[in-house]
């Protein structure tokens, strides 16, 4: 065994202070492992008619319940539970309890089952389950049932007790027993595991990416493991990476679910669409009918369909999919989000039942919010729209950690750091090539368009939104949690002229798996990147930049009516969106100042004015010959995956520059946020 030296280090908890709830929910505990029934449902009472919602109040309430033999009570009780926490595993461990003392043993089976499937770290389960099993005969899954109960046995009870924890969404209590277990036992291979799955969940991907190749070094052949890895591979953008781990599995079990799943996701994240919509029809056929999985299938599927331009197949698959499932929100938004569906008035009173219902997740109701708000858009209800728009992004902006601060900070430091003097001392620095072409700004300004327009010159190749800048921003950056004095981008007065060549030598390896023809030029069309424009001039002296610039009242709405599927936290509420872009006009303003010439500012409504104008315009910037089929865009057939997808499939048009005034009564506390950027983004 490897000491605990040699295993990564974990770093100290800082100090939890419980809430008083959760101390009085600590009490309450205390009272029922007494047998105090009666006097912990009076507290319990109380509690919730403060916090009618409360998870642990209502599970504590259903077991005393059942203590004192109200059977029907605790499991109305479990009824409300459920529906608001629908993957709480100890809600159906319970009603498999209140099942057991009904005499009911097929409904206590089922009920104990469905909480081992999300949870396996049930041991209490697991053996009600054995016992039911033996008595009713059924002596193969009886089996089965020990079989789990001697696995769980063999683990180490705070990897036991962390794992259930981690199953039923608690990771911060989780990680608590977890990082304490490891400070002891520092090569435990399991809690290793489970401490690389917190940090998946947590989105701490260095950490977690780390703990997991530790693991594989540890034990080559743990396969949940690998299988672990490579979807930390995948959400770190490094698609190629996972697709191989994938593939590797795939060859030690060719027909699991999940693995394929998982290839496929990898395979999207390449731009590899045409093989996985056939990988995932071949899914279909042995999915139960019906299922939550069914749904999500005929989603990626549709999703895939979309993106190669085959808009009647995508729509009847999404449709499919909301058929299957009627509350299934980002299949909603979907349909919503291809700018040409128009719904019904049975699709809209469906989202509509849908959005209210007390059992529709959270994700699911904000993802119809956004739906109904196109689909009232569309019909000119614009106040009903509007409150939906409102209601989605309220509910969006409570799920993120996006703080402003960090976007200012970074904004003044870099204005600080990259000089105009900075550059001229590491001028010829970095990669020579000039291949890339970055598009950046803001999301809805207009970027989409932009790359059409250059991805139609035989010259350039359209990729997609590459996240290669960001994984270097991480990796310069490091582990330091100072938001008042981060490492980057100070760090990079220290970079030597050979880093910086480095970096922008793997840049473009890295980026070579998303380039499928041998056009010399390539689109990278991270709006984002515009934070980061020093460091990629540094590392790539040659490339190019095009600020894709959009009158603010019509960028900011933009953001406000637009659901994205990862990132752009800072559009979710009037006061970040406009922060932002004031915080984007400041930074560009520096970048034209320091790097005179190298930046292309394409200001949307003049290129929808003037198409053929600024089309020359651009080529002349990026030095490439006209090409007729710059104009004619929209006949260009490639993958588009972003928002704009359909619309750059058609002619321009100047009907969406002044779509936010059908909003006006309800957008003054924008305007009046945006303050002088309304006349600044012209200068």
């Not at 990897?159 to 520092?186: K, T, Y």
């Not at 953008?237 to 060859?251: D, F, G, H, I, P």
């Not at 999915?287 to 999985?293: A, K, W």
């Not at 490639?638 to 997808?645: E, I, Y």
């Given at each position: 065994?490897?000491?605990?030296?040699?295993?990564?280090?974990?770093?100290?908890?800082?100090?939890?202070?419980?809430?008083?709830?959760?101390?009085?929910?600590?009490?309450?505990?205390?009272?029922?492992?007494?047998?105090?029934?009666?006097?912990?449902?009076?507290?319990?009472?109380?509690?919730?008619?403060?916090?009618?919602?409360?998870?642990?109040?209502?599970?504590?309430?259903?077991?005393?319940?059942?203590?004192?033999?109200?059977?029907?009570?605790?499991?109305?009780?479990?009824?409300?539970?459920?529906?608001?926490?629908?993957?709480?595993?100890?809600?159906?461990?319970?009603?498999?309890?209140?099942?057991?003392?009904?005499?009911?043993?097929?409904?206590?089976?089922?009920?104990?089952?469905?909480?081992?499937?999300?949870?396996?770290?049930?041991?209490?389960?697991?053996?009600?389950?054995?016992?039911?099993?033996?008595?009713?005969?059924?002596?193969?899954?009886?089996?089965?049932?020990?079989?789990?109960?001697?696995?769980?046995?063999?683990?180490?009870?705070?990897?036991?007790?962390?794992?259930?924890?981690?199953?039923?969404?608690?990771?911060?209590?989780?990680?608590?027993?977890?990082?304490?277990?490891?400070?002891?036992?520092?090569?435990?291979?399991?809690?290793?595991?489970?401490?690389?799955?917190?940090?998946?969940?947590?989105?701490?991907?260095?950490?977690?990416?780390?703990?997991?190749?530790?693991?594989?070094?540890?034990?080559?052949?743990?396969?949940?493991?690998?299988?672990?890895?490579?979807?930390?591979?995948?959400?770190?953008?490094?698609?190629?990476?996972?697709?191989?781990?994938?593939?590797?599995?795939?060859?030690?079990?060719?027909?699991?679910?999940?693995?394929?799943?998982?290839?496929?996701?990898?395979?999207?994240?390449?731009?590899?669409?045409?093989?996985?919509?056939?990988?995932?029809?071949?899914?279909?056929?042995?999915?139960?009918?019906?299922?939550?999985?069914?749904?999500?299938?005929?989603?990626?599927?549709?999703?895939?369909?979309?993106?190669?331009?085959?808009?009647?197949?995508?729509?009847?698959?999404?449709?499919?999919?909301?058929?299957?499932?009627?509350?299934?929100?980002?299949?909603?938004?979907?349909?919503?989000?291809?700018?040409?569906?128009?719904?019904?008035?049975?699709?809209?009173?469906?989202?509509?039942?849908?959005?209210?219902?007390?059992?529709?997740?959270?994700?699911?109701?904000?993802?119809?919010?956004?739906?109904?708000?196109?689909?009232?858009?569309?019909?000119?209800?614009?106040?009903?729209?509007?409150?939906?728009?409102?209601?989605?992004?309220?509910?969006?902006?409570?799920?993120?950690?996006?703080?402003?601060?960090?976007?200012?900070?970074?904004?003044?430091?870099?204005?600080?750091?990259?000089?105009?003097?900075?550059?001229?001392?590491?001028?010829?620095?970095?990669?020579?090539?000039?291949?890339?072409?970055?598009?950046?700004?803001?999301?809805?300004?207009?970027?989409?368009?932009?790359?059409?327009?250059?991805?139609?010159?035989?010259?350039?190749?359209?990729t997609q939104e590459l996240a290669d800048i960001q994984r270097v921003v991480m990796e310069l950056r490091g582990r330091a949690t100072d938001l008042e004095n981060p490492r980057f981008p100070g760090v990079l007065a220290e970079l030597a002229p050979e880093a910086l060549r480095q970096f922008g030598e793997r840049y473009l390896n890295d980026t070579r798996v998303y380039r499928k023809t041998n056009r010399p030029f390539f689109i990278d069309k991270m709006p984002n990147n515009f934070r980061y424009l020093g460091l990629i001039h540094l590392m790539l002296p040659n490339a190019k930049f095009?600020?894709?610039?959009?009158?603010?009242?019509?960028?900011?709405?933009?953001?406000?009516?637009?659901?994205?599927?990862?990132?752009?936290?800072?559009?979710?509420?009037?006061?970040?969106?406009?922060?932002?872009?004031?915080?984007?006009?400041?930074?560009?303003?520096?970048?034209?100042?320091?790097?005179?010439?190298?930046?292309?500012?394409?200001?949307?409504?003049?290129?929808?004015?003037?198409?053929?104008?600024?089309?020359?315009?651009?080529?002349?910037?990026?030095?490439?010959?006209?090409?007729?089929?710059?104009?004619?865009?929209?006949?260009?057939?490639?993958?588009?995956?972003?928002?704009?997808?359909?619309?750059?499939?058609?002619?321009i048009y100047r009907e969406g520059l002044d779509q936010w005034r059908n909003y006006e009564p309800w957008l003054g506390p924008l305007k009046d946020a945006l303050g002088d950027a309304l006349t600044r983004y012209r200068e």
């Amino acid at each position: 065994m490897n000491s605990p030296a040699a295993s990564p280090q974990v770093p100290e908890l800082p100090a939890y202070a419980p809430t008083p709830v959760e101390l009085e929910i600590r009490r309450i505990r205390e009272l029922t492992r007494a047998r105090q029934h009666a006097e912990a449902l009076g507290a319990l009472a109380a509690l919730l008619a403060q916090f009618p919602e409360n998870r642990d109040a209502l599970y504590l309430r259903a077991m005393n319940l059942r203590f004192l033999s109200r059977f029907e009570e605790a499991l109305a009780v479990l009824d409300r539970l459920q529906q608001l926490y629908p993957r709480y595993s100890r809600a159906y461990q319970e009603r498999g309890h209140c099942e057991v003392a009904r005499r009911d043993a097929p409904a206590a089976i089922d009920a104990f089952l469905r909480g081992v499937n999300m949870n396996p770290a049930l041991p209490g389960s697991w053996d009600m389950l054995q016992r039911l099993y033996s008595m009713t005969g059924d002596a193969k899954n009886a089996t089965t049932a020990g079989e789990h109960i001697a696995l769980l046995r063999r683990l180490p009870p705070p990897v036991m007790e962390a794992s259930s924890l981690f199953s039923d969404g608690e990771l911060a209590p989780a990680e608590g027993i977890i990082r304490a277990f490891l400070l002891r036992h520092g090569d435990d291979i399991e809690g290793m595991r489970l401490l690389g799955r917190i940090g998946l969940e947590r989105d701490v991907l260095d950490d977690a990416e780390l703990l997991l190749e530790t693991v594989l070094r540890m034990a080559p052949d743990y396969h949940a493991a690998r299988f672990d890895y490579a979807r930390v591979l995948y959400r770190r953008q490094k698609c190629a990476e996972s697709r191989t781990v994938m593939e590797k599995l795939l060859a030690l079990d060719p027909r699991n679910h999940e693995y394929l799943k998982q290839y496929a996701a990898s395979c999207v994240g390449l731009g590899d669409y045409e093989p996985i919509i056939d990988l995932y029809r071949r899914l279909l056929t042995d999915t139960p009918q019906g299922s939550r999985e069914e749904a999500d299938l005929h989603l990626w599927i549709a999703h895939a369909l979309k993106t190669l331009g085959r808009q009647k197949e995508a729509v009847a698959d999404y449709r499919f999919a909301v058929a299957t499932r009627a509350d299934f929100g980002e299949a909603w938004w979907s349909l919503a989000n291809l700018k040409t569906y128009r719904f019904s008035e049975e699709e809209v009173s469906t989202m509509r039942a849908a959005e209210t219902a007390p059992a529709t997740t959270a994700v699911d109701r904000y993802h119809l919010c956004f739906a109904l708000g196109k689909a009232y858009e569309d019909r000119s209800e614009f106040a009903e729209s509007w409150i939906h728009y409102e209601r989605g992004n309220a509910l969006k902006r409570a799920e993120t950690r996006y703080l402003p601060e960090i976007t200012d900070t970074n904004t003044r430091l870099q204005k600080a750091v990259c000089t105009a003097e900075f550059f001229a001392a590491r001028q010829g620095w970095g990669a020579p090539e000039p291949d890339p072409i970055f598009i950046i700004g803001l999301p809805r300004a207009g970027s989409t368009l932009i790359e059409q327009i250059l991805a139609s010159h035989s010259q350039v190749e359209g990729t997609q939104e590459l996240a290669d800048i960001q994984r270097v921003v991480m990796e310069l950056r490091g582990r330091a949690t100072d938001l008042e004095n981060p490492r980057f981008p100070g760090v990079l007065a220290e970079l030597a002229p050979e880093a910086l060549r480095q970096f922008g030598e793997r840049y473009l390896n890295d980026t070579r798996v998303y380039r499928k023809t041998n056009r010399p030029f390539f689109i990278d069309k991270m709006p984002n990147n515009f934070r980061y424009l020093g460091l990629i001039h540094l590392m790539l002296p040659n490339a190019k930049f095009i600020d894709a610039r959009r009158e603010p009242m019509a960028c900011c709405f933009g953001n406000l009516k637009q659901l994205f599927s990862s990132g752009q936290e800072f559009s979710y509420g009037i006061e970040d969106i406009t922060r932002y872009y004031r915080t984007y006009l400041e930074l560009m303003q520096h970048w034209e100042a320091v790097l005179p010439g190298r930046i292309l500012r394409v200001q949307h409504e003049d290129l929808v004015d003037d198409l053929e104008g600024n089309v020359k315009r651009i080529l002349d910037f990026c030095a490439l010959p006209f090409e007729p089929g710059c104009i004619e865009f929209h006949k260009t057939e490639r993958s588009v995956r972003t928002a704009s997808s359909e619309q750059v499939r058609q002619p321009i048009y100047r009907e969406g520059l002044d779509q936010w005034r059908n909003y006006e009564p309800w957008l003054g506390p924008l305007k009046d946020a945006l303050g002088d950027a309304l006349t600044r983004y012209r200068e």
